[in-house]
C-alpha cells in the first residue's frame, strides 16, 4: 500500500512543523528545507524533546549559530517603535542566534541574554566578549528571581515558549505540565517589565492557540493556575497587560510567523506572585 500523504501542517507551534516529515530520517544528521531557510542538525524522534535543555546542550555543542523563524533585520521596522538607545532589554531563550549582536550593532546595547543551556551561554558569552553591556545568564524563564521587579524596557521572546510547548500535545487541549510553564514563565515576564513597556513574543503557533496562553485563558486544574486566577478580577488578564497581533513582515499567508505585542498596564492593577513563591 502506498503510505498515506501526510498533512502540511499537522502542529501549529514551529517545532512540530520542522520535524514533520522527518520521522524516516536517521537520527543523527538531517537537512531539511523550512520557509526558505536551512536547518542542519540532530532531528529528535519526538517534538516533546525540545522542550528539555538535554536536546539543547546536545545540539549547542555541535551547531554554532542557527536563526529560528526570522532575523533582527526580517522584524527590526516592526520592533523599533518599542526601542530607545538606552532601553534595557531581556532576551528570552537566547540559544546561538544572531539576532541580539545585529541588535546590538543597531545602537541598542543594553541586552541581557538568558538561556537555560550552560553550553550556548558560555559559547556565546566568550563569543561576545567584546560587547561590554551585553550580558549573557544561564537562566530558566519560570523563575528569574536574580532580576528585580519592574527593571526590563522591552523583553523578547523568539520561538522559545514554542520549545517550551512542544510537548504540550493536542493544540486544542493542552497538557496542564505545559500550561503551568507558559504560565510561570508568563507572571515572571510580567514581573520584571516595566509599567508601560513592551514585551513581544514571536511565533509560528496562531492565534486562536497562543492568545489563550498569554492571556491566561487556558483552564487547569494546576496549583500554580489556581493560585493567580484567585487574586484576578473576573474575565481580566492576569499578567497585566493587553495583546496585540501583527504578522511578521506584515504578510498575510497561514504560514507566516505572528508577533504578539503585549503592553503591561500601568499601576499594578493585578498583584502577581511569583512562580518561586507559588
Request: contains cysteine.
Amino acid at each position: 500500500k502506498n503510505k498515506p500523504a501526510t498533512p502540511i501542517l499537522q502542529a501549529t507551534n514551529f517545532f512540530g512543523v520542522m520535524s514533520e516529515g522527518c520521522n524516516d530520517l536517521p537520527e543523527k544528521k538531517a537537512q531539511i528545507p523550512l520557509f526558505g531557510d536551512k536547518i542542519t542538525c540532530h532531528i529528535p524522534k519526538q517534538n516533546a524533546a525540545y522542550a528539555h535543555v538535554d536536546y539543547w546542550e546536545e545540539r549547542f555543542q555541535k551547531e554554532d549559530d542557527y536563526e529560528w523563524l526570522c532575523s533582527y533585520k526580517d522584524v527590526a521596522c516592526q520592533i523599533q517603535p518599542f526601542l530607545q538607545t538606552n532601553s534595557r532589554i531581556l532576551i528570552l531563550g537566547c540559544g546561538n542566534s544572531r539576532f541580539s549582536e545585529d541588535l546590538y550593532n543597531d545602537g541598542f546595547i543594553h541586552i541581557t541574554n538568558v538561556d537555560y543551556s550552560e553550553t550556548v551561554i558560555h559559547r556565546m558569552k566568550s563569543r561576545h566578549q567584546d560587547k561590554s553591556s551585553m550580558e549573557w545568564k544561564v537562566m530558566d524563564m519560570t523563575d528569574m528571581s536574580e532580576f528585580g521587579d519592574d527593571i526590563f524596557d522591552f523583553i523578547l521572546d523568539k520561538a522559545c515558549m514554542d520549545a517550551a510547548l512542544a510537548g504540550a500535545g493536542d493544540v486544542w487541549n493542552p497538557e496542564a505540565a505545559s500550561i503551568s510553564v507558559a504560565y510561570k514563565t508568563l507572571v515572571e515576564v510580567a514581573r520584571v517589565l516595566r509599567p508601560g513597556s513592551v514585551f513581544i513574543q514571536i511565533s509560528l503557533d496562531q492565534p486562536h492557540f497562543r492568545k489563550k496562553y498569554l492571556l491566561g485563558q487556558y483552564h487547569s486544574e494546576d496549583d500554580f493556575f489556581q493560585e493567580i486566577m484567585t487574586s484576578t478580577p473576573h474575565s481580566a488578564c492576569p499578567f497585566g497587560w493587553d495583546c496585540q497581533v501583527e504578522q511578521v513582515g506584515g504578510g498575510t499567508n497561514c504560514f507566516s510567523h505572528f508577533m504578539y505585542i503585549m503592553t503591561k498596564q500601568v499601576g499594578g492593577k493585578y498583584q502577581l506572585q511569583t512562580a518561586k513563591e507559588i
